[in-house]
């Protein structure tokens, strides 16, 4: 079995990360997206502390899937810097890992 990953990314609106979450599943580049907010983000930006409103996506992937969902991401996404950062699997449910492995295997 490849390795599982939650790849997160954020955005400035709810239907925005709905539709990054909805287009990886449908491309099968993510078994799921969850989307969870609103979140308040604190960042530096353009020489300046920014603080805003923002939705997270967290994607079950594969290792696999990292570099093609990561491109959709970049892609599909209007933040000039977005975040794309993939966190691995340390342990999950062995049922639940084949279920993310066999759904993006199908792409």
Excluded at 31 to 52: D, F, K, L
């Amino acid at each position: 079995m490849t390795l599982a990953l939650t790849v997160l990314t954020t955005t400035d609106s709810a239907e925005k990360a709905q539709e990054l979450a909805r287009g990886a599943v449908e491309a099968r580049l993510a078994a799921c997206a969850q989307v969870a907010g609103p979140v308040t983000s604190v960042y530096h930006w353009q020489n300046a502390i920014e603080t805003s409103q923002e939705w997270q996506v967290f994607f079950k992937t594969t290792e696999a899937c990292y570099d093609t969902l990561a491109e959709y991401i970049a892609a599909k996404h209007d933040y000039d810097t977005p975040e794309i950062l993939a966190l691995p699997v340390v342990r999950g449910s062995a049922d639940y890992l084949a279920w993310m492995q066999r759904e993006t295997a199908a792409r």
